[in-house]
T-cell receptor
Framework: AQSVSQHNHHVILSEAASLELGCNYS??????LFWYVQYPGQHLQLLLK??????LVKGIKGFEAEFIKSKFSFNLRKPSVQWSDTAEYFC???????????FGKGTHLIIQP | GAGVSQTPSNKVTEKGKYVELRCDPI?????LYWYRQSLGQGPEFLIY????????DSGLPNDRFFAVRPEGSVSTLKIQRTERGDSAVYLC???????????FGPGTRLLVL
């Protein structure tokens, strides 16, 4: 079975700080990888995804993620965060013919102005 | 265009009662998914529909849970003999097909007293 591990459940940063949220998955075969974000009072929306090709993926709002197959990782990064990035971030994986996404527990990110 | 909608947004019921949760997917999306999100956890896959048929119901926790999609559009998740442990946010997602990005609805928050 697939599993996803997000290393930090709560992260607090100041505006303009750099961000890296860790994500590791357990499945050894071909995978599709996703980062979803949930802003306060809103529903889950896709930040970025990796299916194949360039392992460095650019998403919306200046976010990017790098797929490192040897480390089973798909870490999310942003060079300079803004107060509006305060949200819950979920890493998800889909592989091995599974139909649904397997999510991590999420990281609650708070950006202090 | 309109996104995925779910009704009701909140549902309070008593232990042992029957509930139905509705999902309206994005028009034209053939794939529909149900997830359950408990407090402090990521969404957990329940069931996947391709068209009218439940292609994968491996995530349904037990036989009290059932879902239908009779015309290949709207879906209803049905929970019989509700238990306090069923309290969670039930999320619906749809995608153009199985290989495409899943778009999530706002969820139905179910509270079983």
């Amino acid at each position: 079975a697939q599993s996803v591990s997000q290393h930090n459940h709560h992260v607090i940063l100041s505006e303009a700080a750099s961000l890296e949220l860790g994500c590791n998955y357990s499945y050894g075969g071909t995978v599709n990888l996703f980062w979803y974000v949930q802003y306060p009072g809103q529903h889950l929306q896709l930040l970025l995804k990796y299916f194949s090709g360039d392992p460095l993926v650019k998403g919306i709002k200046g976010f990017e993620a790098e797929f490192i197959k040897s480390k089973f990782s798909f870490n999310l990064r942003k060079p300079s965060v803004q107060w509006s990035d305060t949200a819950e971030y979920f890493c998800a994986v889909n592989g091995g013919g599974a139909d649904g996404l397997t999510f991590g527990k999420g990281t609650h990110l708070i950006i202090q102005p | 265009g309109a996104g995925v909608s779910q009704t009701p947004s909140n549902k309070v019921t008593e232990k042992g009662k029957y509930v139905e949760l509705r999902c309206d997917p994005i028009s034209g999306h053939t794939a529909l998914y149900w997830y359950r999100q408990s407090l402090g956890q990521g969404p957990e896959f329940l069931i996947y529909f391709q068209g009218t048929g439940a292609a994968d119901d491996s995530g349904l926790p037990n036989d009290r849970f059932f879902a239908v999609r009779p015309e290949g559009s709207v879906s209803t998740l049905k929970i019989q003999r509700t238990e306090r442990g069923d309290s969670a946010v039930y999320l619906c997602a749809s995608s153009a097909n199985r290989e495409e990005t899943q778009y999530f609805g706002p969820g139905t928050r179910l509270l079983v007293l």
